[in-house]
């Protein structure tokens, strides 16, 4: 059937259909894992007897708003922990992740990340950005806390005899790992192999709190960090949990105890979770957590294919096509400047929104260099549908991830080589 509406060449289309016959026992691995966090979202919903009441608006307080803390029983059950909170009062991830920090960190307390570097954000988040004029306000240097890192080792996993000595030396409040790559080039961190680090530092330190930023990762897996012993999860609902269905927000869940502190920090002591109300209502909150497991699953395919068209091409990716992954992320390094530039232009130039804007490299808030964003999404900034950034610094590398259809990403992978195989 011709469908080459945009008129493609032909050896593009080969190429893509070359690629995802190789392809196809991966498809088949990511459909399996969507099968089965279907069932677990499916059961979640059974299970808290959700009904179309849930879906009524609250204003004010919103005091005993039933829709605010279904959703909260709903996400928990998914993400098999004891309690979660999911509220579009939260602005980001980065906004996420900063109330579980401060929510949990105390004056004199030291946070240990143990995966390296965090994610470019955080680094005004606690407070070890090059900010020219001192400590930022608010920032948990600002508030006291200690920030200690070990970095991953050369294979990408964590450095244990390190860990062990800091955590017994710095009785550490929170160990913190970001499992996806960043803007790193390194692979995702599998929840299942934390399993081991996050015991052996439960038995020397029970007290502390592990928290894992789980941004891109919901849904990729069968389970997530909470099931392999992580304390906390944290993540912004415009990436994989949303399903690309909420408009804004973030969620984080784990250990009732650390989810109810932080509760406060959200709202004001006393008051946690009591309050918070949402005139538009969370039917789209519910309906994208619904849709999520196969929304990721989409994007994880696009991201395969993307690495297959792009290793075709002679460029270094990571992930490989094959490989197994723990986030929706599709890393592409690229040779020049020009051609990164390019590659993101594409990306644009295939979104149904905006598909005719030419994104330009520029400064954004909490990033430290200039940054390019491919974004023609339908909720603003929303990285599970198909886009593409890279901050502009050496080596060029494009960050590609999300994709609402498969048939999307496969059209612009066409639309990418019918460019750059020219
Ligand atoms: C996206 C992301 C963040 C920050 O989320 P924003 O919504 O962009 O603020 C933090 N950590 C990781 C790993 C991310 O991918």
Redesign the pocket.
């Known amino acids: 059937m011709n469908c080459n509406l945009f008129k493609f060449s032909k050896e593009a289309m080969d190429t893509v259909e070359a690629i995802e016959r190789e392809l196809s026992p991966v498809f088949k691995a990511f459909e399996g894992i969507e099968l089965y966090n279907q069932s677990k979202v499916l059961k979640a919903f059974q299970d808290n007897k959700v009904a179309a009441h849930y879906f009524n608006p609250s204003t004010g307080y919103g005091y005993g708003d039933i829709g605010r803390d279904n959703l909260d029983r709903v996400y928990a059950e998914a993400f098999e922990a004891e309690a979660a909170i999911v509220t579009p009062h939260i602005v980001?991830?980065?906004?996420a992740?900063y109330t579980v920090l401060s929510g949990l960190l105390r004056p004199g307390d030291v946070m240990l990340s143990i995966s390296g570097r965090p994610?470019d954000?955080l680094a005004d988040v606690i407070g070890i950005g090059n900010a020219s004029s001192g400590v930022v306000p608010c920032s948990l240097a600002e508030s006291g806390v200690i920030y200690r890192q070990i970095d991953l080792t050369s294979d990408n996993t964590f450095d244990e005899p390190e860990i062990l000595k800091q955590v017994i030396e710095l009785k550490p409040r929170i160990a913190y790992i970001?499992r996806?790559r960043?803007y790193a080039w390194r692979n995702s961190l599998l929840p299942e192999e934390m399993a081991p680090t996050i015991s052996m530092i439960h038995r020397v330190s029970e007290e502390t709190i592990i928290v894992v930023?789980n941004?891109?990762g919901e849904f990729v897996l069968m389970h997530e960090p909470t099931y392999y012993g992580a304390d906390i999860i944290v993540g912004?609902l415009i990436?994989n949990a949303g399903g690309g269905i909420a408009p804004t927000g973030g969620y984080f869940a784990g250990k009732r105890k650390y989810v109810d502190r932080i509760a406060n920090r959200l709202t004001a002591p006393g008051i946690g979770r009591e309050t918070g109300s949402y005139a538009s209502s969370y039917l789209p909150y519910y309906q994208g957590l619904f849709l999520a497991p196969h929304i990721v699953c989409q994007s994880l395919k696009t991201a395969a294919l993307f690495a297959g068209i792009s290793e075709r091409l002679g460029y270094r990716v990571m992930p490989s096509k094959a490989d197994v992954r723990s986030d929706i992320v599709q890393a592409i390094r690229f040779n020049t400047k020009e051609e990164l530039i390019g590659f993101c232009r594409c990306i644009q130039a295939a979104s149904p929104v905006d598909g005719h804007v030419i994104p330009e490299p520029w400064a954004m808030p909490g990033y430290e260099s200039d940054v390019i964003m491919a974004a023609g999404t339908f909720i603003q900034g929303a990285s599970i549908e198909l886009t593409a950034d890279a901050p502009i610094r050496e080596p060029f590398t494009a960050y590609m991830q999300g994709a609402l259809t498969y048939s999307h990403g496969r059209i612009a992978a066409m639309h990418v080589l019918s460019k750059l195989l020219k």
């Open positions: 980001s991830g980065t906004s992740i994610y954000t970001q996806s960043g930023d941004c891109y912004s990436k």
